[in-house]
């Protein structure tokens, strides 16, 4: 079944990554890779369906491209809740501790001090900073990432664009690192399935991400 039949893609987009898990609740799930040449060509499948691992808690509604359908009664992600966040998402850059770049991706490189801040309370909510260039942190919680294995590449998902505080942060994509059964919020793939995303993102085509469980893929969401 092609996913993208009935979602309001942007026009410009012409790559699509497509996660769909079993349930709200599941934290498994799979990534299929979508693309067209223009707006008006058909979507065709890029590469075989890969699998990955969501939140520990699932999936729930985040704050994207899309809005949330009227009377739909998923879960809403919030700070905290181990959920990776439902919806449609621009894919805006990637990182890793590799100096260079891997694919087309904006890259920034992790170093010892770069920190992912989860602090709601904080200005820097929601945002990779980079402590010895902020004259004033005020985090009281952050992910150190370059003392992550799994953050040894990734990808930003455009998840909670405005930084709402409380609303979840700091979302990406990326290395299943370890015997994981869940995470706390982001996506993860085997080295070489990410390689091969990497690899074919190209920002020039505006790529998203769409996760939803199958029943909420089938259905479609609301427009822009």
Same mark, same amino acid.
Request: hydrophobic share 40%; glycine share 12%.
């Given at each position: ?5 009935? @979602? ?80 449609? +998402? ?62 040894? @590449? ?17 979302? +990406? ?50 427009? +822009?």
């Amino acid at each position: 079944m092609n996913c993208l039949a009935e @979602l309001p893609l942007p026009k410009t987009c012409g790559q699509v990554v497509c996660v769909t898990t079993p349930a709200w609740d599941a934290s498994t799930g799979s990534l299929q890779r979508w693309e067209r040449a223009d707006a008006s060509a058909p979507w065709r499948r890029a590469g075989e369906a890969v699998p990955v691992i969501v939140g520990e808690h699932g999936l729930a509604w985040g704050l994207g491209l899309h809005e949330i359908p009227q009377g739909d009664d998923g879960p809403r992600k919030k700070e905290g809740d181990r959920r990776a966040p439902a919806g449609m +998402f621009r894919l805006t850059g990637a990182f890793g501790f590799a100096p260079e770049a891997v694919g087309k991706l904006p890259w920034q490189r992790v170093t010892a001090t770069m920190e992912a801040v989860d602090d709601p309370a904080s200005r820097f909510y929601n945002r990779i900073v980079d402590r010895q260039h902020i004259d004033q942190p005020d985090w009281h919680s952050s992910e150190h990432m370059a003392a992550i294995p799994g953050y040894a @590449l990734g990808i930003v998902v455009a998840h909670n664009p405005r930084n709402l505080p409380g609303a979840g942060s700091c979302i +990406f994509m990326h290395l299943w690192s370890g015997k994981r059964v869940g995470t706390a919020g982001c996506t993860v793939l085997h080295e070489g399935d990410l390689l091969a995303l990497l690899r074919w993102l190209d920002p020039a085509r505006q790529p998203v991400l769409i996760q939803l469980p199958e029943a909420a893929m089938r259905r479609g969401f609301g427009g +822009f």
